[in-house]
C-alpha cells in the first residue's frame, strides 16, 4: 500500500516569507509525528498528533511554528516568517493501525527547506 | 534532547566486511530500535528490540541490548555496497522516539 507521502519535497523561500509543509501518513495510522533534520544531525522531534489527543508541541522550537491535523489524517506544519536557521530536512513519519508492529514509524521522504 | 548516541559517527570498510555500529543511551527504555536513512532522505526501519530481548536477528543484521550498560549494537555482517547509509538508533521510553545522530557508514566496493 502506499506510504508516507510529502510535499513540496523541495522548497526554497526566502528569509521572512511563511512556508506551509504537507504530510499525508498511511490509512489508518493514528499517530503523526514532525521531526527536523539539520545537515549531518541527527532527527530533533517537533510535534506529536494521537487520534484526538491534544498534541504534543514540546519539540516546537520557536512560536514561529505550528501544525495541525484535519480529521485525523493529512498534516501541515507551518512556519511564520521563516529563518536562515529554519533550513533543513523535516520529516514526517506515522505509526500505528491493524496489521503492523505498532512501535515502527513509518518515514515521508521529507521537504528539504532552504531559506535564503 | 537525544538520547542515543552512536559510536563511531562514520565508519568505511571493504565490501565483504562487517560493521559494527554502538549506541548509548541514559534512562529506561521500552524497546531500541535501529533506523537506516540514505542520502538525508526518509528513514527505513530495521529492527526493534524489547527492553527484556538481549540479542535479534534479520538477515544479515544482528543486535544486541545491554540493559545493564544501556547500550546497543548493530553488526551487518557480509557488507554490501548497497549498504551504504546512515545509521540510527532510537529509543522508545514512551513518545517520542528519540533519535541519536546516526553513524555514516561507507561500505567501498
Known amino acids: 500500500g502506499a506510504g508516507v507521502s510529502q510535499s513540496p519535497s523541495n522548497k526554497v523561500t526566502e528569509k521572512g516569507k511563511d512556508v506551509e509543509l504537507r504530510c499525508d501518513p498511511i490509512s489508518g495510522h493514528t499517530a503523526l509525528y514532525w521531526y527536523r533534520q539539520s545537515l549531518g544531525q541527527g532527527l530533533e522531534f517537533l510535534i506529536y498528533f494521537q487520534g484526538n489527543s491534544a498534541p504534543d508541541k514540546s519539540g516546537l522550537p520557536s512560536d514561529r511554528f505550528s501544525a495541525e491535523r484535519t480529521g485525523g489524517s493529512v498534516s501541515t506544519l507551518t512556519i511564520q516568517r521563516t529563518q536562515q536557521e529554519d533550513s533543513a530536512v523535516y520529516l514526517c513519519?506515522?505509526?500505528?493501525?491493524?496489521?503492523?508492529?505498532?512501535?515502527?514509524?513509518?518515514f515521508g521522504p521529507g521537504t528539504r527547506l532552504t531559506v535564503l | 534532547s537525544q538520547q542515543g548516541e552512536e559510536d563511531p559517527q562514520a565508519l568505511s570498510i571493504q565490501e565483504g566486511e562487517n560493521a559494527t555500529m554502538n549506541c548509548s543511551y541514559k534512562?529506561?527504555?521500552?524497546?531500541l530500535q535501529w533506523y537506516r536513512q540514505n542520502s538525508g532522505r526518509g528513514l527505513v526501519h530495521l529492527i526493534l528490540?524489547?527492553?527484556?530481548?538481549r540479542e535479534k536477528h534479520s538477515g544479515r543484521l544482528r543486535v544486541t541490548l545491554d540493559t545493564s550498560k544501556k547500550s546497543s549494537s548493530l553488526l551487518i555482517t557480509a557488507s554490501r555496497a548497497a549498504d551504504t547509509a546512515s545509521y540510527f538508533c532510537a529509543t522508545d521510553e514512551g513518545t517520542p522516539l528519540v533519535f541519536g545522530k546516526g553513524t555514516r557508514l561507507s561500505v567501498i566496493a
Open positions: 534512562t529506561s527504555i521500552n524497546n
Open positions: 513519519a506515522s505509526r500505528g493501525g491493524a496489521g503492523v508492529s505498532y512501535n515502527e514509524q513509518f
Open positions: 528490540i524489547r527492553s527484556n530481548e
